[in-house]
C-alpha cells in the first residue's frame, strides 16, 4: 500500500524495510569511529581503518573474545564507579569494536559458503 501526503506526492510503503535511521545514532557512529581512528595508531604505525576485516588468524574469535571480556569488564567498573583502563566511551567502544569483528567473521563465513 503506497502512502499519500498532504502535498500529493506518495511513496511506497516502509513496511518491513531495514530502517537504519532509527536503529542507528549518528553521534554513537561518530564516537566509535574517532575511536577507531585514534586506535589506528600504533606503536608500530599507522594502520588501516579497516585491517581488522583481515581478520586475526586461525583464532579471530578468541583473540575478539578475550579484548570484549577486557572491554566489558571496564564498562562494568566505571559502571560501579570504579576505574578502568581508559573511560566509559572508550571501554564501550571497545565492546562494539570487539563484537563486531566477531559478527563480521561468523556473516562472512556465511557468504563464503
Known sequence: MDRTFNSGASRDTDLGKLDYEGSLSPIVLKKYVEYMQRNNNTK???RKCDNWKG?????HQ????KS????TMDVWLFHKEF???DNMEDALCGVIF????ILYKI???KLNK
Not at 570484549?68 to 572491554?71: G, Q
Request: aromatic fraction near 4%.
Open 44 to 46: 608500530s604505525g599507522v
Open 55 to 59: 581478520l586475526f588468524g586461525d583464532k
Open 62 to 65: 578468541e583473540v575478539c573474545m
Open 68 to 71: 570484549l571480556m577486557r572491554h
Open 83 to 85: 576505574q578502568g583502563r
Open 98 to 101: 570487539n563484537a563486531s569483528a
Open 107 to 109: 556473516e562472512k563465513d
